[in-house]
């Protein structure tokens, strides 16, 4: 008995040693994984969907192009949906997966013939997908305070899923046109844009509107909010911009705002369409402020003989300089300084005896826009004794 328990033993031992394969695992469901970053927005009637494509399946493996199907785009009017029973429309996700894949071996081929080391981030690179909803009037007439939920499915080539993303809403509240009349006024201290106020067709408590204006630099893609101004009647509407950059070219639109209130308190708001954009070019035409308080003092005693000129400085952002001019008696006004003055000083050395002498001067900006002349004043040098 001892002896066949030990031969017992040692077959097992044997069989283990020769690497028996262990239980066989079930094959993949080549489900990938659920979106759990889906973002919306929406503009005017259109709501933008944005999320990350799925790189590996439930079972932690990587997506294969051939398993992968197209990704639904769902939206329900349901709080918390389950299942994708309104399919707004599908995504080829699997087309951006490849496209990003041919690009990332397109980079390391290139790397390989510069004796390069390829970047092994540039296979897992994040791969943005998008897909837009125009909204049916017939939805937002359903619930002018309400939200429309979305979600997306990413499906396998069978036609199953792992369910849906994150949910996230959208409000249903109505838009309304944009101004057509938007025009801009350019002024030496601002630019008024005015346009004509639009009003809704039908009242809602919870609904308020605004006007927001929005401006870029021309050929630029980055668009600043300008101002924005309440909701009226039919009638001119002012909207002021102090924080431009003259010679330069800006494009300015209107949108209306709509904010939904409940309680009394803002919970959500929609952009409408944007106007028709107008571009303005901020030239500047504006001569600075005239100076002021110019003051001539005579001196030459035991010495040549010059005036010397003071005047309050004036305070323009955009001063470079001053300009001096002289006259005598009737005669025509003459620019007696070379180069701008820095600063609001002079002395002029250019005299003759027994003469009497105008002085007056002027602002010029860096646009060379120059003021009118100061008031002015004299001074008279001695004759010869």
Request: hydrophobic fraction near 35%; aromatic fraction near 6%.
């Amino acid at each position: 008995m001892k002896l066949a328990s030990i031969a017992g033993l040692l077959l097992l031992a044997s069989l283990l040693g020769c690497g028996t394969p262990g239980v066989p695992l079930p094959p993949s469901l080549e489900l990938p994984q659920t979106p759990q970053d889906l973002r919306a927005s929406r503009k005017g009637d259109t709501v933008t969907l944005v999320w990350t494509v799925p790189r590996q399946t439930t079972d932690h493996t990587n997506v294969r192009l051939r398993h992968l199907g197209p990704t639904r785009v769902c939206r329900s009017l349901t709080v918390a949906m389950t299942t994708c029973t309104d399919q707004v429309k599908e995504v080829d996700t699997r087309a951006l997966l490849a496209a990003s894949e041919a690009a990332a071996k397109a980079k390391s081929q290139a790397a390989a013939t510069t004796n390069q080391t390829p970047s092994p981030a540039a296979r897992t690179a994040p791969v943005i997908a998008s897909a837009t909803d125009a909204l049916p009037p017939a939805l937002e007439q359903h619930d002018r305070t309400g939200f429309i939920h979305y979600a997306v499915e990413p499906m396998n080539s069978r036609g199953h899923s792992a369910g849906l993303s994150n949910q996230v809403q959208v409000p249903l509240a109505p838009t309304l046109p944009p101004p057509s009349d938007l025009a801009a006024n350019i002024t030496a201290e601002a630019i008024e844009l005015t346009f004509t106020g639009v009003v809704p067709d039908h009242e809602v408590p919870e609904l308020h509107y605004a006007y927001r204006v929005y401006r870029r630099e021309k050929g630029g893609a980055a668009a600043g909010r300008v101002g924005e101004a309440p909701l009226s009647a039919p009638s001119k509407i002012e909207v002021v911009d102090r924080s431009f950059e003259w010679q330069k070219t800006y494009e300015y639109w209107v949108t209306v705002v709509t904010i939904v209130s409940q309680k009394g308190k803002p919970s959500a708001e929609v952009e409408g369409e944007n106007s028709a954009p107008i571009t303005v070019l901020i030239n500047d035409v504006f001569p600075p402020a005239v100076p002021s308080g110019l003051q001539a003092v005579f001196s030459g005693v035991g010495q040549k003989p010059f005036v010397d000129l003071t005047w309050a400085p004036n305070t323009d952002p955009d001063l470079a300089g001053y300009n001096v001019y002289r006259r005598e008696n009737n005669g025509a006004w003459t620019r007696i300084n070379s180069a701008l003055l820095p600063t609001p000083a002079y002395r002029d050395g250019n005299l003759a005896a027994g003469r009497n002498y105008f002085y007056a001067v002027t602002a010029v900006d860096v646009h060379g826009n120059e003021s009118a002349r100061s008031p002015e004043t004299s001074e008279t040098v001695p004759g010869a004794d």
